[in-house]
């Protein structure tokens, strides 16, 4: 009986910590470098490299075989698709051991022109849509190669790149791709790998080659040099972007950023002084139909009543239109509204994080990364003719050999029919070479009517001409420079800004931030009373009520009105306590108007023995009369003394015992206040003798041997002083002469007008 090892005897004693620290540095060099960083020198992850290779190999070209450098033609197109199922199988059968779904959704990418700013692969069927939708199964779409993939492999053929074995060794594939396409700016990358990520967006291919071009002529040319020529990203999806092109700039130099990008829109008049907003291009990332949801969920949650409705009428063409509320809502505040709440405004990450040609990586400001993928294109450009060099070398090779046949073409045949093994003989009758003799003996007998001297002649000239052109080319830094400039002309042809594909997509459009949203937008204005009991019980009845009506309303046992005003639901409002602390309530957020109300010291933090002297709308435009019970007061701005917490603020300091007592609000047109005292005598002064604050005690408005301030009004002097007459009749008195009351700043004053109100208010 065999002897079966026990499995303990191969368990080695290991430190958890030390093991799990190694085996996790090999996952996560593993995921930094074969999976989710791009190479800088064809812009591709692995997944992405072994799709189109694959595809390649597949003959799924745009036009045949792959062009050498720079041959193939765009107009011809017309290599027959091939299932993607047949390609997802040949990639992760032969170069990516992967999941199928994984390696679809990446082919299903590089088709999409909402995704890519130029596809790699041309897609026939169902490859999803900018609404966010899923491509359909892999067994029902088709691909083939585009005309950028195949000026990114360009040179495959040419030994310009390295191959390495598969994973299971049975193949090759390439390390990187040789091709001009300047893939990895135009087309941009993201990956999420440990410890670091990537974010690059698309660019313009024109513009990238306009910014290279400059850099091979002048090599110390300076970040701003190149922002003038490549000003900022181009997304597939349009849009503008409107950050300041310092920003950008400043992005770019250090390889980090953001960029703000917004959609495009414009407005439509539809007659009659109506008029639509219609959204033509949306930032890029953003799914159309999570979008429209987002601007459809604010309608239904009436967070922009300004909004009415949102459609999307889209076609071949995107379309979202916006329809306002009113005809008189401004468009710019409304689309700065939604710039703000929704993804119409987003931030797209800059992060040029990339495998350099040493696999390691780094982030790099957009100089270094085109040097270096500059030093890369020089570098196949080096091989390409070392290659062909080769290739020449062996054709001349065999030429003089073909010279030496033909020059002794009797001689050679003799030999051939006498001899039993003519090789050697040959060698050593005409100084052949192994190859030559070989080449010789392997012609076909048609072949001796095409071995003319003077056509071998002239191709062995040729051959040996452009042989030294390419020695010229191998050993001349200056002639590399040159031949990749002309290379990358060639190729800004195909991709110029006056062709379809070339043409410049994302503004740029210098804009502020989304402007602070205004109340008016973010509430449905509605029109509203509001009422306020004595005990400090307040409600909002919908409507304009009649205010004499608010007498008969139901309130609590010993409760009865206090306050009531027409306002609206965008209002603020302003509520004083008689210790001189302001509170704002959005008028927006007060309790309906079935029932008794709130208390309001629910709503805010104000005391129990602090009474509340007013409650009114706050005109952020206007002025209140603050006076206190010992006779101190001023002028505030309502803008300056509006709330933002529960707690209030403090406007008006009191000393001892004082309390505040009067807040009115001051019309434009007056000029003088009246101030009348607990001891009946009445004082009225210029409006223009009284101090203009924010916050403080005030100055003595009337001077009283005993009691204090009982009311104080403003007025109009030229208009006299108004007041009520009492009872139902609805009465006002006026006198119209005050020059006996007049009196400066400060001063006792005199009895009233004959007729004043005995309770000493101005009504």
Partial sequence: MTDIPDPLDSIKDHPFDSALSERYLVYALSTITARSLPDLRDGLKPVHRRLLWAMRLLKLEPSGPAPDILVANPER?????????????DVIGKYHPHGDQSVYDALVRLAQDFSLRTPLIDGQGNFGNIDGDNAAAMRYTEARLTQAAADLMAGLDNGTVDFRPTYNGEEEEPEVFPGLFPNLLANGASGIAVG????????????????????????????????????????????????????????????????????????????????????????????????????????????????????????????????????????????????????????????????????????????????????????????????????IDNRLELLDGYIIAYLNLDRVI??????????????????????????????????LRKLEEMELRRERDELAAEREDLDKLVNSEARQRTRLKRDLAVLRKRYAPEQGIGAR????????????????????????????????????????????????????????????????????????????????????????????????????????????????????????????????????????????????????????NAALKVVRPIAPEADSVAVIGDNRKLVVFSLAEMPEMTRGQGVQLQRYRDGGLSDATTLVLAQGLSW????????????????????????????????????????
């Avoid at 197109?77 to 199988?89: D, E, L, Q, S």
């Fill in 414 to 447: 003799e030999i051939i029919r006498n001899e039993d093994e003519p090789k050697p003989v040959m060698m050593a009758e005409f100084q052949l070479t192994d190859r030559q003799a070989e080449a010789i003996l392997n012609m076909r007998l048609r072949s």
């Fill in 77 to 89: 197109n017309n290599t027959a698709y091939k299932k993607c199922a047949r390609v997802v199988g």
């Fill in 724 to 763: 009520p007459m009492g009872g139902e009749s609805g009465r006002v008195r006026t006198e119209a002469d005050l020059l006996p009351w007049r009196a400066a700043r400060g001063a006792a004053g005199r009895m009233p007008p004959t007729g004043f109100p005995r309770d000493n208010r101005f009504g």
């Fill in 505 to 656: 997509r994302t503004g740029l459009e210098q804009a502020g931030p989304a402007r602070e949203i205004p109340l008016e937008a973010m509430i449905e204005r509605e029109p509203i009373t509001v009422i306020m009991s004595q005990r400090g019980w307040i409600r909002a009845m919908k409507g304009h009520v009649d205010l004499a009506s608010t007498e008969t309303l139901k309130f609590k046992e010993g409760d009865g009105p206090a306050f009531s005003f027409h306002a609206q639901t965008t209002d603020k409002l302003l509520l004083v306590g008689s210790d001189g602390r302001f509170y704002t309530l959005g008028a927006d957020k007060l309790p309906g108007g079935r029932g008794f109300g709130e208390p309001v010291r629910l709503m805010i933090d104000l005391a129990n023995e602090t009474g509340i002297v007013a409650l009114l709308p706050a005109r952020l435009d206007g002025k209140l009369l603050l006076a206190a019970s010992d006779g101190r007061g001023f002028v505030a701005p309502v803008a300056e003394i509006i709330a933002e917490t529960r707690k209030g603020k403090q406007v008006v300091n009191l000393k001892g």
């Fill in 196 to 391: 670091m990520a990537t974010s690059i967006p698309p660019h313009n291919v024109a513009e990238v080659i306009d910014a290279a071009s400059l850099l091979i002529d002048q090599p110390e040319a300076g970040h701003d040099q190149l922002m003038a020529l490549m000003p900022g990203p181009d997304f597939p999806t349009g849009g503008l972007l409107v950050d300041p092109p310092a920003i950008i700039s400043e992005a770019y130099a250090s390889g980090r950023g953001s960029m703000r990008l917004r959609a495009r829109w414009h407005r439509e008049d539809e007659g009659r002084g109506t008029w639509i907003a219609v959204v033509d291009q949306i930032p890029y990332g953003v799914a159309k139909s999570k979008l429209i949801e987002q601007i459809a969920q604010l309608i239904a949650d009436k967070k922009l009543p300004i909004l009415a409705d949102v459609r999307d009428e889209s076609d071949e063409t995107l379309r979202i239109v916006l329809e306002p509320r009113a005809r008189t809502v401004d468009p710019d505040v409304l689309m700065d509204s939604l710039f703000r709440l929704t993804d119409l405004e987003n931030r797209f990450p800059l992060n040029m994080n990339v495998l350099g040609a040493d696999r390691t990586p780094r982030v790099m400001g957009l100089r270094d990364l085109l040097l270096a993928w500059l030093s890369h294109q020089i570098e196949v450009l080096v091989r390409r003719a070392h290659h062909r060099i080769d290739q």
